[in-house]
């Protein structure tokens, strides 16, 4: 049973790109909730089913059903609770869990609907996670960053695509063209105040960059004329972003 348990739940439950002072009340945590509900609810077997996970006080709360009332004897819950701390720890996709503070809570109960056994795992006491204050170095981010690039390059409008995406510093650079191959200082330098108010607006205020700016990575944008000459970088931060 255990194992048809984690291979639903980690197998399915990662990657969505959000801060609050519970990420619980983020929109992007009810949406992830949504789709994981969307596979459990869906996985039901004659012994085992899911009905609808919580978040509650930076927990992530999965409820789980066996179809029996006898209870588990220690020695099974411990096999469980290892079981549980093995299929987080080993599945690097869930690395982001210890770095936006998300605890998971597992809740069995048996059929007739009491409550027989539950764990509350941190992520971040995995021993593989987190051993870098550089988010560059997580295998998540570099998986990240290998999917872009192979979209690469991506047409933003008719003047400008990004050509390359990497990481380094906890921080996003972007290779950006400009599909000239001439600019006027003047222009350069108006170019370059009209992009970074952009970047700013954006990075701020989208929703989808606030995961990001939660595990603290900056964005920076490096532009470049169509014949490969740099012109200028803009860059945003969590610090620039007000009421954060």
Known sequence: MKKFIFAILFTNLFFGFAFGRDTC???????????????????????????????QNNTMILN?????????????KDEFDRYAKNSICSNYT???????????????????????????????????????????????TINEVNKLNARMPMVLDEYTAITRVFCANNTYIYNVMINVNY???????????????????????NPNV???????????YDHYLQNGTFLFSTHASPSNCLNF
């Open 25 to 55: 009340d983020e929109q992007y945590m009810r949406e992830w909730i949504d789709r994981l509900d969307s596979i459990n609810l869906n996985a039901r077997t004659r012994d085992f089913w899911f009905s609808k996970s919580e978040c």
């Open 64 to 76: 789980g059903h066996i179809n029996t009332n006898q209870t588990p004897s220690q020695r099974e």
């Open 94 to 140: 869930l690395e982001m869990l210890a770095d936006i503070g998300l605890y998971i809570k597992n809740n069995t109960y048996n059929k007739n609907g009491n409550l027989i056994h539950s764990i509350t795992i941190n992520p971040k006491d995995c021993p593989n996670f987190a051993n870098s204050t550089n988010i560059c170095d997580r295998k998540y």
């Open 183 to 205: 600019l006027s200082n003047s222009e350069i330098s108006a170019l370059k105040n009209e992009y970074q108010q952009i970047m700013l607006n954006s990075y701020c205020t």
């Open 210 to 220: 606030r995961l990001l700016r939660k595990v603290g990575m900056s964005a920076k």
